[in-house]
Nanobody, 128 residues
């Protein structure tokens, strides 16, 4: 059974940083692509970033390129999303998700339908 547990959210001022963690069990982050999605109130869930560690391919939404970095620690079986230069529009609940199928690359914006396992979400609020 796959379980994903996010942590690291919170309240931060504009321009600040946060690092989100996604601890995985029942799936290995070096074989299955891991993605971060976010959902703001009244908006659709959107893909923020995706990483496929098998070939180091990754994807970033245009809105976060140059500010966010996705990574994995295979020894800890954990994925991370380092978020710098945060803006109020980054405020949302952030979810990590694991791919249904191993060894699929992250080359373009992934659909939520691709991912079969989801974490419970962690709130990120960017406000002064």
């Amino acid at each position: 059974q796959v379980q994903l547990v996010e942590s690291g959210g919170g309240l931060v001022q504009p321009g600040g940083s946060l690092r989100l963690s996604c601890a995985a069990s029942g799936v290995t982050v070096d074989q299955y692509a891991i993605a971060w999605f976010r959902q703001a109130p009244g908006k659709a869930r959107e893909a923020v970033s995706c990483i496929a560690n098998g070939d180091s391919s990754n994807y970033y939404a245009d809105s976060v390129k140059g500010r966010f970095t996705i990574s994995t620690d295979n020894a800890k079986n954990t994925a991370y999303l380092q978020m710098n230069s945060l803006k109020p529009e980054d405020t949302a609940v952030y979810y990590c998700a694991a791919d249904r199928t191993p060894n699929i690359r992250c080359l373009s914006r992934p659909s939520p339908l691709r991912f079969g396992s989801w974490g419970q979400g962690t709130q990120v609020t960017v406000s002064s």
